[in-house]
Protein backbone atom coordinates (compact mmCIF):
# COMPACT_ATOMS: atom_id res chain seq x y z
CA UNK A 1 0.00 0.00 0.00
CA UNK A 2 1.34 3.10 -0.64
CA UNK A 3 2.45 5.41 1.93
CA UNK A 4 0.51 8.75 0.81
CA UNK A 5 -3.22 7.40 -0.27
CA UNK A 6 -5.43 10.29 -2.08
CA UNK A 7 -8.67 9.24 -2.95
CA UNK A 8 -10.58 9.43 -5.92
CA UNK A 9 -7.86 9.71 -8.18
CA UNK A 10 -10.39 11.78 -10.69
CA UNK A 11 -12.76 13.46 -10.34
CA UNK A 12 -15.28 15.65 -12.73
CA UNK A 13 -18.18 17.90 -10.77
CA UNK A 14 -20.52 20.66 -11.76
CA UNK A 15 -20.25 24.68 -10.47
CA UNK A 16 -21.35 25.20 -7.41
CA UNK A 17 -21.43 21.06 -5.74
CA UNK A 18 -19.60 21.03 -2.98
CA UNK A 19 -16.80 18.42 -3.14
CA UNK A 20 -13.82 16.52 -0.59
CA UNK A 21 -10.90 15.22 -1.65
CA UNK A 22 -9.27 12.74 0.90
CA UNK A 23 -5.81 11.81 2.25
CA UNK A 24 -4.39 9.21 4.32
CA UNK A 25 -1.02 8.22 5.07
CA UNK A 26 1.10 5.67 7.15
CA UNK A 27 4.23 7.49 7.07
CA UNK A 28 3.77 8.62 10.71
CA UNK A 29 4.05 12.11 9.67
CA UNK A 30 2.79 14.81 12.01
CA UNK A 31 2.68 17.55 9.21
CA UNK A 32 0.43 17.91 6.49
CA UNK A 33 -0.01 19.53 3.61
CA UNK A 34 -2.32 20.58 0.30
CA UNK A 35 -1.24 21.75 -2.86
CA UNK A 36 -2.18 22.43 -6.16
CA UNK A 37 -0.48 22.03 -9.46
CA UNK A 38 -1.58 23.89 -12.46
CA UNK A 39 0.41 24.03 -16.05
CA UNK A 40 2.97 27.31 -15.57
CA UNK A 41 2.45 28.09 -11.79
CA UNK A 42 3.91 25.24 -10.11
CA UNK A 43 2.51 23.56 -6.86
CA UNK A 44 0.92 26.63 -4.65
CA UNK A 45 -0.01 25.64 -0.96
CA UNK A 46 -3.34 25.64 0.20
CA UNK A 47 -3.78 24.57 3.62
CA UNK A 48 -1.35 23.18 5.99
CA UNK A 49 -0.97 21.42 9.38
CA UNK A 50 1.33 20.54 11.58
CA UNK A 51 -0.86 18.51 14.33
CA UNK A 52 -4.59 17.69 14.82
CA UNK A 53 -5.13 20.99 17.02
CA UNK A 54 -2.88 23.01 14.59
CA UNK A 55 -4.48 24.46 10.68
CA UNK A 56 -3.29 26.80 8.95
CA UNK A 57 -4.00 28.54 5.59
CA UNK A 58 -1.40 28.78 2.62
CA UNK A 59 -0.84 31.19 0.14
CA UNK A 60 -4.55 30.51 -2.31
CA UNK A 61 -6.73 29.33 0.64
CA UNK A 62 -9.71 31.20 -0.64
CA UNK A 63 -12.81 28.52 -1.45
CA UNK A 64 -11.38 26.06 0.15
CA UNK A 65 -11.69 24.05 3.33
CA UNK A 66 -9.82 21.38 5.22
CA UNK A 67 -10.29 18.67 8.40
CA UNK A 68 -7.66 16.82 10.05
CA UNK A 69 -9.95 13.87 11.53
CA UNK A 70 -6.62 12.22 12.84
CA UNK A 71 -2.79 12.22 12.26
CA UNK A 72 -3.14 10.27 9.43
CA UNK A 73 -6.24 12.28 7.89
CA UNK A 74 -6.48 15.26 6.53
CA UNK A 75 -9.49 16.04 3.82
CA UNK A 76 -9.82 18.76 1.34
CA UNK A 77 -13.15 20.50 0.84
CA UNK A 78 -14.16 22.76 -1.86
CA UNK A 79 -17.39 24.03 -0.59
CA UNK A 80 -18.80 25.04 -3.77
CA UNK A 81 -16.58 23.98 -6.83
CA UNK A 82 -15.65 27.08 -9.46
CA UNK A 83 -14.18 26.18 -12.91
CA UNK A 84 -11.03 27.87 -12.01
CA UNK A 85 -10.55 24.77 -9.17
CA UNK A 86 -9.75 22.39 -12.14
CA UNK A 87 -5.99 21.29 -11.09
CA UNK A 88 -3.94 18.52 -9.94
CA UNK A 89 -4.15 18.35 -6.19
CA UNK A 90 -1.56 16.65 -3.94
CA UNK A 91 -1.48 16.05 -0.31
CA UNK A 92 1.98 15.89 1.06
CA UNK A 93 3.23 14.78 4.39
CA UNK A 94 6.46 15.59 6.21
CA UNK A 95 8.53 15.01 9.91
CA UNK A 96 9.50 18.66 9.69
CA UNK A 97 13.22 18.07 10.88
CA UNK A 98 16.35 16.30 10.16
CA UNK A 99 17.69 14.78 6.77
CA UNK A 100 14.31 13.54 6.05
CA UNK A 101 12.20 16.70 5.96
CA UNK A 102 11.52 16.65 2.38
CA UNK A 103 7.88 15.53 1.60
CA UNK A 104 5.82 13.09 0.64
CA UNK A 105 3.94 13.34 -1.81
CA UNK A 106 0.37 11.31 -2.32
CA UNK A 107 -0.78 10.24 -6.50
CA UNK A 108 -2.40 13.27 -6.64
CA UNK A 109 -6.31 13.87 -7.69
CA UNK A 110 -7.14 15.29 -10.84
CA UNK A 111 -10.59 17.13 -10.72
CA UNK A 112 -12.72 18.97 -13.16
CA UNK A 113 -14.70 21.55 -13.00
CA UNK A 114 -17.54 22.00 -15.60
CA UNK B 1 6.18 36.91 -1.73
CA UNK B 2 8.76 34.66 -1.71
CA UNK B 3 9.94 33.20 -5.11
CA UNK B 4 11.72 30.74 -6.72
CA UNK B 5 12.51 30.84 -10.26
CA UNK B 6 13.27 28.22 -12.56
CA UNK B 7 14.24 27.87 -16.19
CA UNK B 8 10.53 25.59 -17.44
CA UNK B 9 12.85 24.36 -20.28
CA UNK B 10 12.95 22.18 -22.30
CA UNK B 11 16.64 21.09 -21.45
CA UNK B 12 17.87 18.69 -23.80
CA UNK B 13 20.99 16.81 -23.31
CA UNK B 14 22.52 13.45 -25.13
CA UNK B 15 22.50 10.22 -23.43
CA UNK B 16 26.11 10.42 -20.95
CA UNK B 17 26.30 13.66 -20.72
CA UNK B 18 25.95 16.47 -17.84
CA UNK B 19 22.46 17.76 -17.07
CA UNK B 20 22.83 21.34 -15.66
CA UNK B 21 19.63 22.40 -13.51
CA UNK B 22 19.48 25.77 -12.20
CA UNK B 23 17.27 27.82 -9.37
CA UNK B 24 17.05 31.16 -7.93
CA UNK B 25 15.43 31.84 -4.73
CA UNK B 26 14.27 35.76 -3.33
CA UNK B 27 14.28 34.85 0.32
CA UNK B 28 17.52 35.17 1.83
CA UNK B 29 16.88 33.74 5.01
CA UNK B 30 15.49 30.34 3.56
CA UNK B 31 17.47 27.43 5.08
CA UNK B 32 16.78 24.29 2.83
CA UNK B 33 16.72 23.36 -0.62
CA UNK B 34 15.21 20.30 -2.26
CA UNK B 35 15.26 18.83 -5.63
CA UNK B 36 11.93 17.02 -6.58
CA UNK B 37 11.58 14.96 -9.83
CA UNK B 38 8.10 14.67 -11.19
CA UNK B 39 7.61 12.24 -14.17
CA UNK B 40 4.74 13.02 -16.80
CA UNK B 41 1.18 12.33 -14.80
CA UNK B 42 2.93 11.59 -11.70
CA UNK B 43 3.71 13.02 -7.82
CA UNK B 44 6.68 14.73 -7.21
CA UNK B 45 9.40 12.75 -5.56
CA UNK B 46 12.65 13.94 -3.29
CA UNK B 47 15.56 13.36 -4.73
CA UNK B 48 17.85 15.94 -2.90
CA UNK B 49 18.02 17.92 -0.11
CA UNK B 50 20.62 20.52 0.89
CA UNK B 51 21.01 23.56 3.66
CA UNK B 52 24.74 24.02 3.64
CA UNK B 53 26.67 25.71 1.12
CA UNK B 54 28.61 23.59 -0.99
CA UNK B 55 28.46 20.25 -2.43
CA UNK B 56 25.89 17.05 -1.80
CA UNK B 57 26.12 14.33 -3.84
CA UNK B 58 24.27 10.93 -3.83
CA UNK B 59 24.75 8.88 -6.69
CA UNK B 60 25.03 10.50 -9.96
CA UNK B 61 23.24 13.41 -8.32
CA UNK B 62 25.14 16.78 -7.03
CA UNK B 63 23.35 19.72 -5.56
CA UNK B 64 25.39 22.67 -4.88
CA UNK B 65 24.34 25.60 -2.97
CA UNK B 66 25.33 29.34 -2.88
CA UNK B 67 23.75 31.42 -0.38
CA UNK B 68 25.49 34.31 -1.02
CA UNK B 69 24.26 34.45 -4.81
CA UNK B 70 20.73 32.66 -3.64
CA UNK B 71 21.51 30.07 -6.18
CA UNK B 72 20.65 26.63 -5.90
CA UNK B 73 21.84 23.79 -8.78
CA UNK B 74 21.45 19.81 -9.70
CA UNK B 75 23.87 18.30 -11.82
CA UNK B 76 23.13 14.78 -13.17
CA UNK B 77 25.95 13.03 -14.04
CA UNK B 78 25.82 10.25 -17.57
CA UNK B 79 22.67 11.49 -17.93
CA UNK B 80 19.91 8.81 -19.17
CA UNK B 81 16.83 8.86 -20.94
CA UNK B 82 15.06 7.82 -17.53
CA UNK B 83 16.10 11.13 -16.41
CA UNK B 84 13.80 12.57 -18.68
CA UNK B 85 11.15 14.28 -16.32
CA UNK B 86 10.21 17.76 -14.63
CA UNK B 87 12.87 18.75 -11.81
CA UNK B 88 11.48 21.07 -9.35
CA UNK B 89 12.80 23.44 -6.89
CA UNK B 90 11.91 23.99 -3.70
CA UNK B 91 12.97 26.55 -0.39
CA UNK B 92 11.67 26.27 2.58
CA UNK B 93 11.79 29.91 4.14
CA UNK B 94 11.22 28.80 7.52
CA UNK B 95 8.21 27.29 9.57
CA UNK B 96 8.29 24.85 6.94
CA UNK B 97 6.54 26.17 4.57
CA UNK B 98 8.02 25.37 0.89
CA UNK B 99 7.75 27.24 -1.85
CA UNK B 100 8.35 25.54 -5.26
CA UNK B 101 9.48 26.96 -9.14
CA UNK B 102 7.46 25.60 -12.19
CA UNK B 103 10.08 23.11 -12.91
CA UNK B 104 12.57 22.23 -15.38
CA UNK B 105 11.40 20.03 -17.71
CA UNK B 106 14.70 17.96 -18.56
CA UNK B 107 14.98 15.46 -22.12
CA UNK B 108 17.71 13.05 -22.17
CA UNK B 109 17.74 12.40 -26.10
CA UNK B 110 19.18 8.90 -26.50
Known sequence: DADVTQTPRNRITKTGK???LECSQTKGHDRMYWYRQDP??????IYYSFDVKDINKGEIS?????????????????????????ALYFCATSTGT????GYTFGSGTRLTVV | QKEVEQNSGPLSVPEGAIASLN???SDRGSQSFFWYRQYSGKSPELIMFIYSNGD???????????????????????????????????VDGGYQKVTFGIGTKLQVIP
Do not use: H, W
Open chain 1, 18 to 20: RIM
Open chain 1, 40 to 45: GLGLRL
Open chain 1, 62 to 86: DGYSVSRQAQAKFSLSLESAIPNQT
Open chain 1, 98 to 101: GDSQ
Open chain 2, 23 to 25: CTY
Open chain 2, 56 to 90: KEDGRFTAQLNKASQYVSLLIRDSQPSDSATYLCA
